[in-house]
């Protein structure tokens, strides 16, 4: 028995479950009964790796960032997800869903989509497998993230704007659940993340966890060891988090270091932090840490990042910092912003946001020169490129 695996009925500790509507009981069921059988089937493995390897462009490389190691006095790999086929690690998971969700006999996909990075990868794989594809999307995201809207329409997918609550990634979940539960028994629902009912926060990470399984062979080719001192990713649902330390969890000496968006400060009333601020609720079929007003509605969360609002997190990431597994840190905009700048002049590499709440925590901690540290890139900045050139000192050496 490992301590940090989901038990049967979906939990990690008192986190997870599977709170659905009646009407959805048979299909998440069925997932249930039938996610590992599948992936674990060779037949399976054999179809997902060929594709992760010609498709996506696997193994993502495992790069020595020398400058950025001189600056901190310690080792720092990046873990290139941002090399990936659409630009970020959220292919792995629809790839491998999709697999999934032929082999179950189903003839229509929908998916949720908050910045349009997950409905990217929606569409490219409905694409590549020609299967329908209808992704949710709040107005608000549809205005602001355009462009993903245009991708994913030239992909063949169809974007419906989701008009209900705030309109963005919460209630474009909502009308994803909707739609599932008007058309269960041929509609196979694409979660993005690490979050919903389970067995979508198990079944996620296992499809992330190709990336752990990598830097375990691709350390110990460079540094002669399989295991790190410390890994370090960024947390929105949590999948490219659960990835990077899936295989290291059982690890005690591998830290695991964790970084949501403080926004304009965990105490600003414009956060993402999560795990900071919220408290025992549920969202989207799952029970977990939920920011909520003291009468328990769901607070809109705030982050200059697109992809790291979601006002809950995945019930795993819930477990893992209530027992101390990981240590979590609330990195604000600024802290981002300003080390996204400095990854680029030291690197010529330019992160995603998202991805550079994960380097923002190098600040904050003391390392040894012969400490080891993974972080994981979890995509490219291309897509942010309007909000970096907004930032006065995008241009100026830091
Ligand atoms: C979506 C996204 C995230 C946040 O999602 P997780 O499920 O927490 O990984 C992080 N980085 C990038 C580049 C993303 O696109």
Known sequence: MQPYNVNENGFYGEYGGAYIPEILYASVENLKNNY???????????????????????????????????????????????????????????????????????????????????GVATATVCALMNMPCVVYMGATDVSRQHLN?????????????VTSGNRTLKDATNEAIRDWCS??????????????????????????SVISEEIRWQLQEKESRETPDYLIACVGGGSNAAGTIFH????????IVLTEAAGKGVDSGQSAATIHLG??????????????????????PYSISAGLDYPGIGPLHAHLAKTGRSEVWAITDDEAMNAAFELTQLEGIIPAIESAHA??????????????????????????????SKIENSTKKI
């Open 36 to 118: 590992r059988k599948v992936l674990d089937d060779p037949q399976f493995q054999q179809e997902y790796h060929a594709l992760l390897r010609d498709y996506v462009g696997r193994p993502s490389p495992l790069y020595l960032a020398q400058r950025l190691s001189n600056r901190y006095n310690c080792r720092i790999y990046l873990k290139r997800e941002d090399l990936n086929h659409t630009g970020a690690h959220k292919i792995n998971n629809t790839i491998g869903q999709i697999l999934l969700a032929r082999r179950m006999g189903k003839t229509r996909i929908i998916a949720e989509t908050g910045a349009g990075q997950h």
């Open 279 to 300: 408290r025992l609720g549920i969202i989207h079929g799952s029970k977990t840490l939920l920011m909520q007003s003291d009468d328990g509605q769901i607070e809109e």
């Open 359 to 388: 380097l923002g925590v190098l600040k904050k901690k003391i390392f040894r020169p012969e400490d080891v540290v993974v972080i994981c890139l979890s995509g490219r900045g291309d897509k942010d490129m309007e909000t970096y």
């Open 248 to 255: 290291f969890l059982d690890e005690p000496s591998v830290r």
């Open 149 to 161: 809207v245009k991708r994913m329409r030239m992909l063949g997918a169809e974007v419906i704007p």
């Open 183 to 208: 058309h269960p028994s041929d509609t196979y629902y694409i979660i993005g993340s690490t979050v919903g009912p389970h067995p979508y926060p198990d079944m996620v990470a296992r499809l992330q």
